[in-house]
């Protein structure tokens, strides 16, 4: 698993842009001279995912920006297409980046899968954020199966 001191490894995501999806690689997003949160979670439209994940993220983006973050990214084994339709259903905006991992290439490299195959999802991301800067992981906060508190905006927030 990936640990506080890591350089993030490399891949490309993907997200949605106005001609269709667009490749984007980890070295682009956690480029030097660059201050990034990014948080990962099981599923687009999931209930957690959707009530209080993502909707933390775009509240508090502003004290996010206050703090020095250039970026503030959502990572979740889905396509582009779909990381769309739910950044527009979230109201993200130009404040998330709505980050596909369709082959879950990231999140295998992060060794942050878990398995969802009991609720039909296969292998997906565990629900984590990370402070990255300059491609190093500041810190790392990965929930305990099922909850929902160390990867808060809020907790966050309190970090930075």
């Known amino acids: 698993m990936a640990k506080v001191g890591d350089k993030v490894p490399n891949a490309t995501l993907r997200t949605m842009g106005s001609e269709g999806p667009k490749p984007i690689t980890t070295e682009e997003l956690f480029a030097p001279g660059k201050k ?14 959707s009530a209080k994940h993502v909707p933390g993220f775009v509240a508090e983006f502003d004290q996010l920006k206050a703090k020095g ?44 899968t878990m398995d969802g195959s009991k609720f039909g999802l296969g292998t997906r991301s565990q629900r984590y954020a990370m402070i990255v800067e300059d491609g190093v992981i500041k810190d790392l906060f990965v929930e305990k199966p099922g909850a929902f508190e160390v990867s808060s905006a809020e907790n966050v927030l309190k970090h930075l």
């Open 69 to 112: 973050v250039d970026t503030v990214a959502c990572i979740s084994v889905n396509d582009a297409f779909v990381m769309g339709a739910w950044g527009k259903d979230q109201k993200v905006g130009d404040k998330v980046l709505m980050l596909g991992d369709g082959n879950g290439e990231f999140t295998q490299a992060m060794g942050l």
């Open 36 to 49: 990034v949160v990014a948080f990962a979670l099981p599923g687009a439209f999931t209930p957690t995912c």
